[in-house]
């Protein structure tokens, strides 16, 4: 069992930055990948990064390349993503999950724990 609780979510004006984090608790936590999803009113979850559990291997959504930075601290159990340069249409909740057994995918289908999720919204 794993167990994921993120944090740092919050209000922020366009243009602005925000900082997530997720605890991971219950398993090594340096043995698995790591993602960040999120999911905004009325449409699907969608990847936005994925970490693999060396931290080597990084990947993001297009839609997100130059402005988020997923970065992992193993020591603290912890993952984050750093949001740059946010827009309105990021607006969602932030979703982090666990793969354990691949390096980090963008399919949803194939992370096997979910933490509660972290609101994120930016006005105009």
């Known amino acids: 069992q794993v167990q994921l609780v993120e944090s740092g979510g919050g209000l922020v004006q366009a243009g602005g930055s925000l900082r997530l984090s997720c605890a991971a608790s219950?398993?090594?936590?340096?043995?698995?990948?790591m993602g960040w999803f999120r999911q905004a009113p009325g449409k699907e979850r969608e990847f936005v990064a994925a970490?693999?559990?060396?931290?080597?291997?990084?990947t993001y959504a297009n839609f997100v390349k130059g402005r988020f930075t997923i970065s992992r601290d193993n020591a603290k159990n912890t993952v984050y993503l750093q949001m740059n340069s946010l827009k309105p249409e990021d607006t969602a909740i932030y979703y982090c999950?666990?793969?354990?057994?691949?390096?980090?995918?963008?399919?949803?289908?194939?992370?096997?724990?979910w933490g509660q999720g972290t609101q994120v919204t930016v006005s105009s």
């Open positions: 970490i693999s559990w060396t931290a080597r291997t990084t």
């Open positions: 219950g398993r090594t936590f340096s043995a698995y990948a």
């Open positions: 999950a666990a793969d354990l057994r691949g390096s980090g995918t963008q399919d949803k289908k194939q992370y096997d724990y």
